[in-house]
Nanobody
Framework: VQLQASGGGLVQAGGSLRLSCAASGRTYSARAMAWFRQAPGREREFVAAIKWSGGHTYYADSVKGRFTISRNNAKTAVYLQMNSLEPEDTAVYYC???????????????????WGQGTLVTVSS
């Protein structure tokens, strides 16, 4: 599985961005796709995940109600719509794919075997 993230940039607080992650390879075998983020000096943290079959979604408390994860019907792309952005959302955002994860592990970076290269989101105050 190959993942290519895009859509990052500079935005003012309160603004919106939409991240995209193009997936190729054995995407049909995935259990879930997710977005994680890593701010300077901090550990990588879970943002959102979508169960590949059925489309159920899961969010970190810090982004619930502001971010929306979705996928296309062909299961070749996953998106992250980010609204009401805050300076604390500044980070490199990574998309990831899990082949064997269960729902209980969707928020764990270790459950994901494949990662995209990351896209930088900077939110100015």
């Amino acid at each position: 599985v190959q993942l290519q993230a895009s859509g990052g940039g500079l935005v003012q607080a309160g603004g919106s961005l939409r991240l995209s992650c193009a997936a190729s390879g054995r995407t049909y075998s995935a259990r879930a796709m997710a977005w994680f983020r890593q701010a300077p000096g901090r550990e990588r943290e879970f943002v959102a995940a979508i169960k590949w079959s059925g489309g159920h979604t899961y969010y970190a408390d810090s982004v619930k109600g502001r971010f929306t994860i979705s996928r296309n019907n062909a299961k070749t792309a996953v998106y992250l719509q980010m609204n009401s952005l805050e300076p604390e959302d500044t980070a490199v955002y990574y998309c990831a794919s899990a082949m064997y994860a269960t729902v209980s592990s969707f928020s764990s970076a270790g459950a994901y075997e494949y990662w995209g290269q990351g896209t930088l989101v900077t939110v100015s105050s």
